[in-house]
């Protein structure tokens, strides 16, 4: 689908700076995180729950999991079992 519609919203110089901050710490562009709460405010027909940007330990898994450390390849359910009774 095209995105052809311009969204123009006029916030506070200091305000846009921090959430942009906060965005890049998610890795979510300005349009990304607009799309995200427009599409959830559409489905939900109502306000969304709030994005946090994760703990400490949280987030050191999420960098892990990543670079495929720890991780866990199965080919099906059958072998995600087998390989969890091991």
Avoid at 39 to 52: D, M, N, T, V
Wanted: hydrophobic share 40%.
């Amino acid at each position: 689908m095209s995105k052809a519609a311009f969204i123009r919203a006029r916030v506070e110089p200091k305000l846009k700076v921090n959430a942009e901050h906060v965005l890049s710490e998610l890795g979510i562009t300005p349009t990304q995180a607009i799309t995200m709460l427009y599409s959830r405010i559409a489905r939900e027909h109502g306000w969304p729950l709030e994005l946090k940007i994760p703990n400490a330990k949280t987030a050191r898994a999420i960098r892990e999991t990543r670079k495929g450390k720890g991780v866990t390849i199965c080919k099906d359910v059958d072998d995600l079992f087998k390989k969890l009774d091991e």
